[in-house]
C-alpha cells in the first residue's frame, strides 16, 4: 500500500497529525517506538483539560481516538531509516519491512542529555524538572533549587522566584557578570559557589563541604539531540541552539526537504504537551492541503 502520509512517532505531535489527516478520510500509517520523552513524569500539567493527567493516559486515549478511523494503520516499532522514492518515501521499519508513502512527517521527538550529577538521573520527572511552566506550580511554593550546567541556567533562575525562593547552584559552571548579578539580586535569587557533590533523599543537594540543602525540587538545563537519524539522513535543515539542534520548519511545520513536515519537540527548542499537539494538528492540515494543492511555491 503507499499511504498518503507516514508519521514517524506516535506521542502527542504525532496523534494530533494522524487526527487532522483521518478526518480527511487519508490513508495514514503511524509508526511508534513507544517512547515518549516524559515518561518518567508522573503528571502533565498545562495542557488544557487533561492538566494533572498521567502522561501516558493521555497518549492512550488519544491513541485510541486516531486508530478508531479506518484509514489509520498502526505499526508498533521502530523507523530505521527513510528515503526518497518515485511518488515519496520509503520507510523502513525494524521487524516490520518496508513502507511508502508520499508524504513523511517526523514527529520523533528529543533525547535529553542530562548533567552528570550523582542521585540526578534517578530523580528526573520526579523530584528533578526542566520546565517550570510544567512542574513549578507543584512545588507548593517550596525551597527550589537550579543547578547549573551552563550559562542557560540564568534563565531558569531567573523565571523560577515566581514559584518559590530560589538558590542558584553555581557549581563552577559558569560565573555571572556583574549585569547578571544585578539581575539575579532583583528577582531574590540566592547564589551558592560550593559545588554539588550529589543529590539524596528527595532533592536534598549535598555540596562538596557536606553541608546538605533541603529543597522542594531542583531544576536544570539538558542537552538536547534529534531522536532519530532519519531528519539526517534525509538531508533536513537543523537550527542550533545553545541546548542542541532541532529540524528546521516554516510556519506550516514544512521542513527543508519537499515533502517532509516536522512537528512536536523534534522541531523546537521548547516543547510541552500543548505545542506538540499544535504543531501536529498543523503538520496534518498542512499535508493534507498539499496533497489536494500540490507544494506551495
Not at 517512547?35 to 493516559?57: I, K, M, Q, W, Y
Request: glycine letters at 10%.
Amino acid at each position: 500500500m503507499f499511504h498518503d502520509a507516514i508519521i514517524i512517532g506516535g506521542s502527542y505531535a504525532g496523534l494530533a497529525a494522524a487526527l487532522q489527516l483521518a478526518r480527511a478520510r487519508r490513508r495514514v500509517l503511524v509508526v511508534d517506538a513507544g517512547v515518549r520523552r516524559n515518561r518518567s513524569a508522573a503528571h502533565s500539567h498545562g495542557f488544557l483539560t487533561r492538566d494533572g493527567a498521567p502522561p501516558a493516559e493521555i497518549a492512550a486515549i488519544g491513541r485510541a481516538q486516531v486508530q478508531a478511523y479506518d484509514t489509520v494503520t498502526w505499526i508498533d516499532g521502530t523507523a530505521d531509516s527513510a528515503e526518497r522514492i518515485e511518488g515519496g518515501f520509503r520507510v523502513a521499519i525494524g521487524g516490520a519491512g518496508m513502507a511508502q508513502g508520499r508524504h513523511l512527517i517526523l514527529a520523533t521527538g528529543l533525547r535529553d542529555h542530562l548533567p552528570a550529577l550523582p542521585g540526578l538521573a534517578e530523580r528526573w520527572g520526579r523530584h528533578v524538572f526542566m520546565c517550570p511552566y510544567c512542574d513549578g506550580y507543584e512545588r507548593e511554593r517550596g525551597r527550589l533549587a537550579v543547578f547549573a550546567s551552563s550559562a542557560l541556567a540564568m534563565h531558569q533562575a531567573l523565571l523560577l522566584p515566581d514559584w518559590g525562593p530560589t538558590t542558584l547552584l553555581l557549581n563552577d559552571a559558569f560565573t555571572p557578570d556583574a549585569e547578571q548579578l544585578r539581575q539575579l539580586a532583583a528577582r531574590g535569587v540566592a547564589l551558592e559557589h560550593t559545588p554539588v557533590a550529589r543529590i539524596e533523599g528527595d532533592a536534598d543537594v549535598v555540596l562538596r563541604d557536606g553541608r546538605v540543602l533541603p529543597f522542594a525540587g531542583i531544576f536544570t538545563a539538558t542537552r538536547i539531540e534529534v531522536a532519530s537519524p532519519i531528519p539526517a539522513q534525509l538531508g533536513c535543515a537543523f537550527d542550533e541552539w545553545p541546548q542542541g539542534s532541532t529540524v528546521r520548519t516554516d510556519a506550516m511545520k514544512a521542513t527543508s526537504v519537499p515533502g517532509v513536515y516536522a512537528c512536536g519537540d523534534v522541531a523546537r527548542a521548547a516543547g510541552s504537551v500543548t505545542f506538540a499537539v499544535a504543531d501536529g494538528a498543523m503538520a496534518g492540515m498542512a499535508v493534507h492541503r498539499e496533497l489536494v494543492f500540490g507544494p506551495a511555491h
